[in-house]
């Protein structure tokens, strides 16, 4: 859910009709991730499409994950976190944390700003190849 918007779509992909959403346990969702299970189970609880997934339960497997999340953040991408500019910049979730990495080796992560601002004139200069 890089840009944020991840919940949004999919509340109005049930309400269309759909039977099932991809969501990760809080403790890794969000950023590059899907939307956080407990927020959608909490959203729609109470709704006709209540999923009936026991809330505190959820919550406790998402306390679990964090611990082990902590343990192993030194693998973990810096480039977590919702990053709006990928609205502007064209650039999908999963591709953020590539190039993320590939700066990292190259030593040049200072300059992400830089090559997100670059990435929308390269694909106009392309013909808007689908990433």
């Known amino acids: 859910d890089t840009a944020g918007l991840a919940a949004m779509c999919q509340l109005k992909a049930i309400e269309s009709g759909a039977d099932h959403i991809d969501t990760a346990i809080s403790s890794f969702a969000w950023g590059t991730s899907h939307p956080g299970t407990e927020s959608m189970v909490a959203a729609l609880k109470g709704s006709e499409f209540d999923t009936g997934l026991d809330l505190e339960l959820l919550q406790e497997i998402g306390l679990y994950f ?3 999340r902590k343990k192993y953040h030194q693998f973990e991408s810096e480039f977590t976190a919702v990053d709006t500019r990928v609205q502007v ?3 999908p979730g999963g591709m953020i944390s590539n190039l993320a990495n590939q700066l990292k080796e190259q030593g040049a992560l200072n300059r992400m700003s830089e090559v997100l601002a670059e990435i929308p004139r390269v694909r106009k200069d392309l013909g808007y190849p689908p990433l």
């Open 66 to 68: 964090y611990a082990v």
């Open 89 to 91: 910049n064209q650039v």
